[in-house]
């Protein structure tokens, strides 16, 4: 927490806006706006899960369409196809950004074209907090007139190309989970361009009701919106939001400065000067034929015994038992980078007390 947070829950309190509207409500959209910039118009829902099932929704996806989803990602990147009875494609990595393939993309939408299905929409992630190759991918969407939607859930803080994660996409996603960036406990935001879909968003977020004066509903809605207690803690988090990255970024290059010298051990590094990554997560993958034998597994189980948390990356979703059946395109980028990488304690509360127990854990397993 920055400090401020609870100003603004004490104003909520004050005002008796206890509800899922209010004036936090509208300031945290207006905070991240202007943020963003861009001519962003914002939409707080109640989670980026919230968000993703409402931009497919927007889309236009509808039960047995299909939807290309990255696959190295965590599983709320594609649950929501399923909500919708739709099938997810999953699409592999590549190696620089570890984020979604451009090439087996257009792989995956020139075989669904030859069996005549058009994918109604591509779910790109970035990974950690990676931007992903943008310009590719927007070049494909356009060849093949097939709508992005951003992940960006873990990406808040990052840019490409000097343009803000979350607004590369035709909707972005952004997550405020306890566990990113920025938090509000729990909840996220849909990010657009054009204001009638951020409005058609609101709509659908607080359970579709139709302007009558009485409860009149033409369309399926959700209780989807956020509240004005959690957007207060969302104000207050705006003020430390670059304080926050900047704290992310400072990790890393501690762990940078670390395993400089080790050989086998590759710290996740931004692919290019275009980008610039929050780091939300730092990330190594680890080689045992250079390390002489030490793992991923092996640093995670000695950090473990110190009380330190990491964890492996994550699991694709094509490798998912509930995503057996699912269609896949690429090689094993993905699969190659869960079963040799590991996430590392990264948080922006890490004192230097904790850097010093995490130091003494690595060198004792790596020296």
């Known amino acids: 927490m920055g400090g401020s947070e609870q100003k603004y829950i004490q104003e909520a309190f004050d005002g008796n806006w206890i509800a899922p509207l209010g004036p936090n409500v509208t300031g945290f959209e207006e905070s991240l706006e202007k943020y963003l910039g861009n001519d962003v118009h914002v939409a707080a829902l109640s989670s980026g899960t919230a968000a993703?099932?409402?931009?497919?929704?927007?889309?236009?996806?509808?039960?047995?369409?299909?939807?290309?989803?990255?696959?190295?990602?965590?599983?709320?990147?594609?649950?929501?196809?399923?909500?919708?009875?739709?099938?997810?494609?999953?699409?592999?990595?590549?190696?620089?950004?570890?984020?979604?393939?451009?090439?087996?993309?257009?792989?995956?939408?020139?075989a669904r074209l030859v069996k005549g299905v058009k994918p109604k929409a591509i779910i790109a992630v970035h990974l950690y907090g990676m931007?992903?190759?943008?310009?590719?991918?927007?070049?494909?969407?356009?060849?093949y007139n097939i709508p992005v939607i951003e992940d960006?859930?873990?990406?808040?803080?990052?840019?490409?190309?000097?343009?803000?994660?979350?607004?590369?996409?035709?909707?972005?996603?952004?997550?405020?989970?306890?566990?990113?960036?920025?938090?509000?406990?729990?909840?996220?935001?849909?990010?657009?361009n054009n204001r009638n879909v951020r409005d058609k968003a609101v709509f659908l977020s607080t359970q579709a009701r139709d302007g009558a004066t009485h409860y009149e509903h033409s369309t399926i809605g959700y209780n989807y919106r956020m509240s004005n207690i959690c957007a207060g803690i969302g104000r207050g988090q705006m003020e430390v939001l670059d304080s926050h990255v900047a704290l992310r970024r400072e990790m890393h290059n501690f762990y940078a400065d670390f395993f400089r010298d080790i050989d086998g051990v590759s710290v996740s590094k931004e692919y290019s000067e275009a980008i610039n990554s929050n780091f939300w997560?730092?990330?190594?993958?680890?080689?045992?034929?250079?390390?002489?034998?030490?793992?991923?597994?092996?640093?995670?189980?000695?950090?473990?015994?110190?009380?330190?948390?990491?964890?492996?990356?994550?699991?694709?979703?094509?490798?998912?038992?509930?995503?057996?059946?699912?269609?896949?395109?690429?090689?094993?980028?993905?699969?190659?980078?869960?079963?040799?990488?590991?996430?590392?304690?990264?948080?922006?509360?890490?004192?230097?007390?904790?850097?010093?127990?995490?130091?003494?854990?690595?060198?004792?397993f790596f020296k």
């Not at 939807?67 to 909500?83: E, H, K, M």
């Not at 997810?88 to 979604?100: A, H, Q, R």
Request: hydrophobic share 35%.
């Open 52 to 110: 993703l099932h409402l931009a497919l929704i927007l889309l236009g996806v509808e039960r047995d369409d299909e939807v290309l989803c990255q696959t190295f990602t965590f599983a709320a990147s594609a649950n929501p196809i399923v909500y919708l009875g739709a099938r997810p494609v999953f699409v592999d990595s590549e190696p620089e950004s570890w984020n979604i393939c451009p090439d087996a993309l257009e792989e995956a939408i020139k």
């Open 152 to 192: 960006s859930a873990e990406a808040l803080g990052s840019s490409y190309k000097g343009k803000p994660c979350g607004t590369l996409g035709d909707i972005g996603i952004l997550s405020f989970n306890g566990n990113k960036i920025i938090t509000t406990s729990a909840g996220g935001a849909l990010v657009t």
């Open 281 to 364: 997560l730092t990330t190594v993958v680890i080689g045992p034929k250079e390390t002489g034998g030490k793992t991923n597994e092996g640093l995670r189980l000695a950090l473990q015994n110190n009380n330190i948390e990491s964890r492996p990356l994550w699991k694709p979703m094509h490798l998912q038992p509930v995503f057996k059946d699912c269609l896949y395109s690429g090689s094993n980028v993905a699969q190659s980078l869960f079963n040799t990488g590991l996430c590392l304690p990264s948080g922006s509360n890490l004192t230097d007390a904790d850097r010093e127990r995490i130091y003494n854990s690595m060198y004792t």
């Open 131 to 143: 931007p992903y190759k943008a310009d590719e991918i927007k070049q494909i969407s356009l060849k």
